[in-house]
């Protein structure tokens, strides 16, 4: 039978050693040969029968430092978490998907800022990440599924997983309850951001199905806000400011905010190329949108600014907040400055595809208005 080698390690703090041993055919005085020819290891022979001897391995003694290396640190690490929860807690909070919410403001808190985050469901954590920002609009696109409202600009993309309620409303629900906890009831809500509790957000939902069908599904889901007394709504005729305001677009048809609104609590997006041709106001309406693209073109042309400041006076007129979509496809520093053009003529909603961009824009105008 050809050599057969067997390999035994062992491991310790200080040396890993491996055991070499062959068949008694293979000695060849004190060094034993593999079946191909080649020197395994020095042995030391007594009475002509091969002994075993340690040899170490500095590759896999290298390996096992490493490893306990690693493993020290970890459990380091382990209890320094354990001890600064113990000295640090954050008391009382709740988790709405990854964003730790305290009741009480802190320093990093974030501002809000008059942005929209746009299709914010494309993002990793869409909800966390806009309210994280300081955004004071989040969108959902949604489409009604048999009795289900699911999330997607496409219908390729939609998943039982991402519906309205868990992706906005149930968060929402979460991050209110820790906001108004213990608060006396004869007192306004307070709102999702602490630095400004009054500040509403609004929740923009895109109809992409049935409106007719979507309408019902989409007032019975808003229930659980509802019935908290935290949307904003119209009473006796004049809009009454909540933390959260819904405004719905898309297929929406402005009948079904006029006559099958109930508890007049969802508003209309409405179209501000054309405000003259509806009865749009503050009792139905909450935004004036429209393309930035198809309607102005270049704003950073000759005569363009004309155009955006007459749409925003018609808007204003009416109590209706401006909002442009439609965005050029521009490198971040022009954007910017078509941001900074926009907000200065008194556009109220800024429509931002990144986050990082909105928070740097807003950051130095709040530096240069200092």
């Not at 057969?4 to 062959?22: A, D, F, G, P």
């Not at 380091?76 to 990854?98: D, R």
């Amino acid at each position: 039978m050809a050599g057969l080698y067997v390999y035994l390690c062992r491991q310790s703090l200080n040396e890993i050693i491996i055991y070499e041993t062959t068949t008694r055919n293979h000695y060849n005085g004190n060094i034993y040969l593999s079946p191909q020819g080649q020197k395994a290891t020095r042995m030391v022979s007594k009475n002509g029968v091969p002994r075993l001897r340690a040899r170490r391995n500095p590759y896999i003694l290298a390996f096992g430092m490493t490893v306990a290396a690693i493993s020290s640190i970890a459990l380091m690490f382990a209890a320094i978490l354990a001890t600064t929860s113990m000295i640090w807690p954050y008391n009382p909070e709740v988790q709405a998907g990854s964003l730790h919410i305290r009741r009480d403001s802190g320093p990093d808190d974030p501002i809000p800022i008059p942005c929209h985050s746009h299709n914010d469901y494309w993002k990793p954590k869409p909800f966390t990440d806009a309210i994280a920002a300081g955004c004071i609009g989040i969108e959902a696109d949604v489409w009604k599924v048999r009795d289900e409202l699911m999330v997607g600009h496409a219908k390729g993309d939609l998943s039982t997983e991402k519906t309205l309620t868990s992706m906005y409303i149930q968060p929402l629900v979460n991050l209110l309850k820790v906001r108004n906890q213990d608060r006396d009831p004869g007192l306004l809500p307070r709102g999702v951001y602490n630095r400004e509790p009054n500040q509403t957000v609004v929740l923009l939902v895109d109809l992409k199905s049935n409106p007719d069908k979507s309408w019902p599904l989409l007032l019975e889901q808003l229930e659980p806000l509802r019935q908290r007394g935290w949307l904003s709504h119209v009473s006796d005729g004049k809009f009454v400011s909540r933390p959260i305001t819904v405004v719905a677009t898309g297929k929406t048809k402005f009948r079904l905010v006029k006559e099958a609104n109930p508890s007049h609590d969802v508003f209309f997006d409405a179209p501000l190329m054309s405000l003259a041709k509806g009865q749009y106001d503050k009792t139905n309406s909450y935004y004036a949108s429209t393309s930035l693209k198809k309607s102005i073109g270049n704003i950073l042309r000759p005569g363009k600014m004309e155009l955006i400041r007459d749409q925003i006076s018609q808007a204003h007129s009416r109590g209706l907040l401006v909002r442009y979509w439609g965005m050029p496809m521009v490198s971040p520093i022009v954007q910017r400055q078509i941001d900074k053009r926009l907000l200065n003529e008194g556009v109220d909603v800024i429509n931002v595809g990144s986050l990082q961009e909105a928070k740097r824009t807003f950051a130095e105008r709040r530096h240069s208005n200092d």
